[in-house]
């Protein structure tokens, strides 16, 4: 049990240490969730048409937006994984004395490092065109350590994905089918009342949802009132892809 | 005392159809280096992967110290390194950060962490660029690296497929003394894969050949040779026209111990002096007319041609080969 923490912790200094010497990839990952912030939120907000509870359409957005990049920057994690086994890495890691599910969530865990870094960028320009957060050091932590554990759980899902799409090519193709659906059928740009009955019912499996309701009221409504309930989907979220990943990812390498 | 590595009639069945290793038996002394010699698909790796827990034999057994490689599978793992024959660091932190990444997960204690780090990077000639970032590394660092990597325990076994592919000769004589006192001084045996017939013959305490899944003959490198007996001689035949059945009227000489023909025409006598005018005489009755007659005795190249029927580099056809990644790949 140590040994599988040890190693995780392992698997999250690889990923530190990578950053350290390469953040190009998080830069051109910011521009994306920035145009929304800046373009796409003021320009919707002056048509007044999604009811987001008061609070300026942009600042409802924000963190939808801000998970959608991270969950992103998870999903694709997967990559570095089909790379990894295209080379002998992997190979070699399954040959070590790590256990498998150490490595699977250490790695899950990884990518949730690299989220945090993405969704930190994304802060201050957000903050620059007028969103106000809620000045709670403690939320901010307990919002930032939901985007960690929902993001390693996303990532489980592309090492998921990985055991079974072996190159890049379908794995991105995989990977573009997963992302899309998550964000539009979930809370990040408008709330899920608006959604037709059918996508709502969707929405109700989609844990993109409850990351975007429980970040979104830590870090701008202050409406905790289901973060109980996103907490423990996030949990169940998280044990069950853990789970899953790690049974499938000996069969990455055979 | 245990064998280091035991494999008894093991099968592996890739998909179904592809019979990549077909009834294996083999026994590796403790403390040896041993080398797998074999043309591509012929199973080297295949057989690697099963003793490093990776795969799981279709039928058979296969024990690592007195371990069975599927049922203790975790305890093979702290016993063994592994160097598998593709890249296997990563390329965008340093050199020595890649050493530090394995030697935190094969949990070795803090304190010696540096110490033994330094002496894999200097016994590999690593030190000056261990800070460097791996993508800058030639590909000969890169493989010095990963037998870095290898090294940083000290494994009762080490397992490395083509460990010196990419490297140049130099190199791969560094590396391979590097090995040999490392083996020495910690009793570790090596276990390795190679199409280099110079490296199995002048590192390998032990041979075995392995062809189309099966080992066809082992030993060590003398006796090997010796088991050919006698000398080759190695004719050089025009390009003229001689007898369809040549070889076959060769072999039927009493004298003759073997042909090969792989470009030239090499017999394998008893006594080369003796025979030589014979065999001149004969050839020229065939029709056949020599160009240049050399004498040498059997090398391993020899004793590989014998068993595999071809030379190493020209046996297996690109296709084979992808054809058999494949399956691996895929599983």
């Known amino acids: ?254 | 005392m245990d064998f280091a590595v035991k494999v008894k009639n093991l099968v592996k069945v890739y998909d179904g159809k592809v019979r990549a290793l077909d009834g294996v038996d083999l026994n590796v002394n403790q403390g040896e280096a041993f080398a797998l010699l074999g043309p591509n698909g012929a199973g080297k790796t295949t057989l690697i992967r099963i003793l490093t827990t990776q795969l799981k034999p279709t039928a058979g057994e296969a024990y690592v110290f007195g371990l069975n490689v599927v049922h203790d599978g975790g305890k093979v793992r702290k016993l063994v390194s592994y160097v598998p024959q593709e890249m296997s660091v990563w390329t965008d932190i340093s050199g020595y950060e890649n050493l530090l990444i394995y030697a935190k997960i094969f949990g070795v204690p803090k304190l010696e962490r540096e110490k033994v780090i330094d002496e894999a990077l200097e016994n590999m000639g690593l030190t000056h660029v261990k800070n460097d970032l791996v993508k800058t590394y030639s590909g000969g660092m890169i493989r010095r690296l990963e037998i870095a990597c290898a090294m940083l325990i000290k494994p009762k076994i080490m397992f490395l497929d083509e460990p010196t592919i990419g490297l140049d000769p130099a190199a791969r004589k560094v590396v391979w003394e590097r090995l040999n006192v490392f083996k020495k001084e910690y009793g570790v045996t090596i276990f390795f894969n190679t199409h280099y017939m110079d490296e199995a013959d002048l590192y390998a305490d032990e041979i075995a050949i392995i062809n189309q899944g099966k080992i066809v003959t082992r030993g060590k490198s003398e006796e090997l040779k010796h088991s050919l007996g006698g000398e080759i001689i190695v004719f050089t035949l025009e390009k003229t026209a001689h007898k369809p059945d040549l070889i076959q009227n060769i072999r039927k000489l009493n004298f003759v111990k073997g042909v090969f023909e792989d470009g030239n025409l090499s017999v394998l006598v008893g006594d080369a002096e003796s025979t030589l005018p014979d065999l001149m005489n004969f050839l020229k009755s065939e029709g056949a007319s020599v160009g240049k007659v050399s004498i040498t005795k059997p090398t391993l190249d020899d004793v590989f041609l014998k068993y595999v029927g071809t030379r190493l580099e020209e046996k297996g056809r690109v296709s084979d080969v992808r054809h058999m990644r494949d399956m691996i790949r895929k599983g």
């Not at chain 1, 999903?75 to 150490?102: C, D, H, M, N, Q």
């Not at chain 1, 993001?151 to 090492?159: V, Y």
Request: hydrophobic share 55%; aromatic share 12%; proline share 6%.
């Open chain 1, 1 to 254: 049990m140590m040994e599988g923490l040890k190693n995780m912790l392992v698997m999250i200094e690889l990923e530190l240490r990578r950053l350290r010497h390469d953040r190009t990839e998080i830069y051109t990952r910011a521009v994306q969730p920035i145009l929304w912030i800046v373009i796409y939120g003021p320009v919707m907000s002056s048509v007044k048409a999604i009811p987001t509870g008061g609070v300026p359409y942009t600042d409802f957005i924000t963190p939808g937006v801000m998970i959608q990049t991270t969950t992103f920057v998870s999903i694709f994690y997967g990559l570095t994984i089909v790379w990894e086994r295209e080379s002998g890495i992997l190979k070699k890691l399954l040959v070590t004395p790590a256990s498998r599910y150490s490595m699977v969530i250490g790695r899950s865990m990884a990518s949730g490092v690299r989220a945090i870094f993405q969704a930190l960028i994304i802060l201050p320009i957000a903050v620059l065109i007028g969103v106000k957060f809620v000045p709670n050091p403690a939320y901010f932590i307990l919002a930032f350590t939901v985007i960690f554990f929902a993001s390693g759980g996303f990532a489980a899902i592309s090492i998921l994905v990985a055991s079974f799409m072996k190159t890049r090519e379908r794995f991105m193709g995989i990977g573009q089918a997963i992302t899309m659906p998550l964000f539009f059928a979930s809370n990040a740009l408008y709330p899920i009342k608006m959604m037709p009955p059918i996508l709502r019912e969707f929405s109700t499996f989609n844990p993109l949802s409850y990351v975007v309701d429980a970040v979104r009221g830590l870090l701008i409504t202050r409406d905790l009132s289901n973060l109980l309930i996103d907490l423990l989907a996030i949990a169940i979220f998280d044990a069950a892809l853990f789970i899953m990943a790690s049974i499938s990812f000996r069969r990455i390498i055979e």
